[in-house]
Nanobody, 126 residues
Framework: VQLQASGGGLVQAGGSLRLSCAASTRWFSNRGMGWFRQAPGKEREFVAHITWSGSSTFYADSVKGRFTISVDSAKNTVYLQMNSLKPEDTAVYYC????????????????????WGQGTQVTVSS
């Protein structure tokens, strides 16, 4: 069971990137999926969450209105569209599958996730 994140890169401030997270199996289909990020010297922080049905999404305040999380259940893939990127968005971005036992209310917490992708670097230049 694997999560494969991709799509990172170097972009100028104001630019856009789309990250993808492909699940190797539909085993995650009853779980929520999250995106987190970790900048050098900082703790991993929540970015966005979505249920596989796509019926529930929420975001960190710092990305709300700029980032959009979506899901293609037929492809077992979760996306993170990032627009109006800022230098402070620079980080390694990780996708993760929420624990079956974790509540939706706890989906902003790192400890609510038990499967993580390998991370993809996003660098935003000023």
């Amino acid at each position: 069971v694997q999560l494969q994140a991709s799509g990172g890169g170097l972009v100028q401030a104001g630019g856009s990137l789309r990250l993808s997270c492909a699940a190797s199996t539909r085993w995650f289909s009853n779980r929520g999926m999250g995106w987190f990020r970790q900048a050098p010297g900082k703790e991993r922080e929540f970015v966005a969450h979505i249920t596989w049905s796509g019926s529930s999404t929420f975001y960190a305040d710092s990305v709300k209105g700029r980032f959009t999380i979506s899901v293609d259940s037929a492809k077992n893939t979760v996306y993170l569209q990032m627009n109006s990127l800022k230098p402070e968005d620079t980080a390694v971005y990780y996708c993760a599958a929420r624990k079956a036992s974790a509540t939706l209310s706890a989906a902003r917490e790192v400890t609510s996730y038990d499967f993580w992708g390998q991370g993809t670097q996003v660098t935003v230049s000023s």
